[in-house]
Nanobody, 115 residues
Framework: QVQLVDSGGGLVQAGGSLRLSCIAS????????MAWYRQAPGKQREVVAA???????NYADSVKGRFTISRDNAKNTVYLQMSSLKPEDTAVYYC?????????WGQGTQVTVSS
């Protein structure tokens, strides 16, 4: 059974940093493409960053140079390091994996950036 547990969100001032964590069970993060999505109030869920099984990364234009996706193989955990945060980064952030054609989601973690 695949399970993703998101954590690390919180309230931060603009310009600050946060690190989100996604602890995975039932899958191995190094053999699956993992991603972070976010959903702001009244907006559609959007992909923020992704990492392939081979370690290649991709980012939304809005976060390039500020966010970094990475993984810890020993902890089977994927991270999203967020720096230079802006009020427009405020959203619920979700970890995601596609395994055998099925999408799995973490429960989400709230990130609020004050101006």
């Amino acid at each position: 059974q695949v399970q993703l547990v998101d954590s690390g969100g919180g309230l931060v001032q603009a310009g600050g940093s946060l690190r989100l964590s996604c602890i995975a069970s039932g899958i191995i993060v190094t053999t699956n493409a993992m991603a972070w999505y976010r959903q702001a109030p009244g907006k559609q869920r959007e992909v923020v960053a992704a990492i392939t099984g081979g370690g290649s990364t991709n980012y939304a234009d809005s976060v390039k140079g500020r966010f970094t996706i990475s993984r810890d193989n020993a902890k089977n955990t994927v991270y999203l390091q967020m720096s230079s945060l802006k009020p427009e980064d405020t959203a619920v952030y979700y970890c995601n994996v596609l395994s055998y054609g099925k999408a799995y989601w973490g429960q989400g973690t709230q990130v609020t950036v004050s101006s």
